[in-house]
């Protein structure tokens, strides 16, 4: 035991004056592909990580009444919560409405947020079908897709959103920790 | 305390006290002395606590503060939070109220989206995944037998300090500054960890989420994750409070707060940013130009006076200490500047030792007042050269839609009264 933390420490000491950022502590564990999938939640811009199934607006509608229009408004205008549509074309006034329709560069984020945050009292709760649904309910109230649209792991990632292309990093990678 | 720099500016501070202590007036002492009569067991009175024994110990185990310090708390803004729950909601560090650099515990500013989560630090993982050579998952146990490291830095929400408008005169340094602490950290650094599972050459970006119901989530540049990036377990000595993410969090010093996800759960590498909520539609802002800056990660160089301060009082005319912090998200504080006539003339504060990089520096400066109006403000320079900007110097570059990372120089105003506010 004493022999294999003493040869641990070595390793760790000689790594540090290589590139190579290898250690061997011989701690934790290899994740099973079960625990990755259980907590892999994440949807990238791309619609990476998007599940099987579908919804459409008028499934979403009937959703967003029974569990996000308390908060958010029968019509996504917000009361108390932030409003979710509205606000096109108000980025350039003093005071701009970031909604999704005006504001929102990516519409996987919309699954990404609704699907692990929302709704406020039970979130992780929506299968993957009404995800899809609200999220096309809620593009369909900002005029972004059609009243019969249906949205899959294809067709979410390829709305197009309208403020997207003014999207800009603050973010200068070969530097690292300025911009 | 750590001598101020030589500069042309430390003979003008020495002016500065000289022609401030020879308006020293006897009417200040007697004023105090005064003061100090009305209390029934002041001198020459013995005072009753000497006179039977005090409380035993561990009254209580988990020692409290002085019940004459129970208005030293966190708050809400003064002027009524923004926020429809107080789950999703935030609590302002009394600021005024502290000494030094470090923040106690149970006073650090909180942040929060989906509320305080209770852990059972038995049933926490640490899952890091995706562009790795093996995939792994650790437990607290685990992440404890790691070598370690303590470190001292400040954190600072995003959106602290809402002063692109007009002022709120009525604002303290809490409600301006109170989203900004500072603690030792201490975990292990990130980096440790991730040469036990081997990063991929072409990841470049980390996904950071949270175990609480938000399940908050920020993407991270790779070159910050390799160089001081810490996963800590513990602040200030003890184990982390819940509510800055027991039993984990991710620290990222020097970056705006809520990239330093509490509650940590996983770890994902990738080639992309994943454009959450939380970089897109939250923590950008529209510059002049129309375009919309989004991974603004760095907290500038910023400082405040905190003593005095907004809705504080002088009393009567006599020595002031002017004390305050400065920080910067870069590296270490070099020099603090403090004016008393708003902005018009600067004098070099004495910077207090330890003066650690994205960190708090204490900065203090001798004043007398003898019931003159006054605007008090501080300038911090950081090591890379940078300046904290005006309020316009700062207005010209972007506006109020910016919200977030609002770090120009604050002025309080002192009226002939000694009545301090906020002036912006």
């Known amino acids: ?179 | 305390m750590t001598a101020s720099r030589r500069t042309p500016s430390t003979a003008s501070r020495r002016a500065f006290v000289a022609g401030a202590l020879t308006l020293a007036t006897a009417a200040g002492l007697e004023a105090q002395a005064a003061i100090a009569d009305d209390i029934a067991d002041a001198p020459p009175v013995t005072p009753p606590w000497q006179k039977e024994q005090g409380a035993p110990v561990m009254s209580p185990p988990y020692g409290q503060p002085s019940k004459f310090e129970s208005a030293v708390v966190r708050r809400e803004n003064s002027t009524g939070s923004p926020y429809p729950t107080r789950e999703a909601a935030v609590s302002l560090t009394p600021l005024q109220a502290l000494h030094g650099i470090i923040t106690p515990n149970g006073l650090h500013y909180e942040r929060h989206h989906a509320g305080v989560p209770s852990i059972d630090p038995a049933a926490h993982r640490l899952l890091i995944h995706g562009l790795v050579d093996r995939q792994m998952i650790f437990t607290m146990d685990d992440l404890m037998h790691f070598p370690a490291t303590s470190r001292i830095h400040f954190l600072e929400c995003s959106g602290n300090t809402q002063n692109w408008g007009k002022p709120k005169p009525e604002h303290t340094v809490q409600d301006t500054h109170g989203l900004l602490s500072c603690c030792e950290w201490t975990g292990v650094p990130l980096k440790t960890v991730l040469g036990e599972l081997g990063v991929k050459p072409d990841a470049k970006w980390m996904l950071a989420e949270g175990a609480d119901a938000a399940a908050m989530t920020r993407s991270i540049p790779i070159e910050k994750v390799l160089d001081d990036a810490l996963l800590a377990y513990a602040q200030n000595g003890e184990r982390l409070r819940p509510e800055q993410g027991y039993p984990l969090r991710l620290f990222l010093p020097g970056f705006e707060g809520n990239m330093s996800v509490k509650w940590l759960r996983r770890l994902k590498f990738g080639t992309e940013p994943w454009q959450t909520r939380e970089e897109t539609s939250k923590y950008s802002w529209v510059m002049p130009d129309g375009s919309v800056r989004q991974f603004n990660f760095v907290m500038e160089a910023k400082s405040v006076i905190t003593s005095p301060s907004g809705g504080q009082k002088l009393g009567a005319s006599g020595f002031r200490e002017i004390s305050g912090v400065a920080w910067s998200g870069r590296g270490k504080i070099t020099r603090v500047e403090v004016s008393t006539d708003g902005g018009s003339t600067w004098a070099d504060a004495e910077l207090q030792g330890p003066v650690l990089p994205k960190c708090l520096t204490r900065f203090r400066l001798p004043w007398r007042w003898h019931g003159q109006s006054a605007k008090l403000a501080s300038r911090s320079t950081d090591e890379t050269g940078v300046v904290q900007p005006s309020h316009d110097a700062l207005l010209q570059q972007r506006d109020a839609r910016s919200y977030y990372h609002y770090n120009a120089i604050q002025t309080w105003a002192v009226s002939a009264e000694g009545a301090v506010s906020n002036a912006g």
Not at chain 1, 60 to 81: E, F, T
Request: proline letters at 10%; glycine letters at 12%; a negative charge.
């Open chain 1, 1 to 179: 035991m004493r022999a294999s933390i003493f040869a641990a420490a070595l390793i760790a000491v000689v790594s540090q004056a290589t590139p190579s950022l290898a250690t061997d502590y011989g701690i934790g564990k290899p994740a099973t592909p079960a625990e990755i999938a259980g907590w892999n939640i994440d949807i990238a811009p791309n619609g990476a990580g998007l599940p099987p199934g579908h919804g459409s607006v008028s499934d979403g509608a009937r959703v967003y009444a029974d569990k996000c229009a308390g908060c958010h408004g029968a019509d996504g205008l917000g009361k108390p919560m932030p409003a979710l549509a509205g606000g096109a074309g108000t980025m350039g006034s003093a005071k701009p409405d970031k909604t999704v329709g005006s504001f929102w560069p990516y519409a996987t984020t919309l699954y990404d947020y609704i699907h692990r945050a929302m709704p406020f009292n039970a979130p992780q709760t929506l299968a993957p079908d009404e995800v899809y649904a609200v999220s096309a309910y809620v593009l369909y109230l900002n005029h972004l897709v059609p009243e019969n649209a249906v949205l899959d792991a294809t067709s979410l990632p390829a709305v197009a959103m309208p403020e997207r292309g003014k999207f800009v990093s603050g973010y200068v990678p070969d530097r690292p920790g300025e911009h």
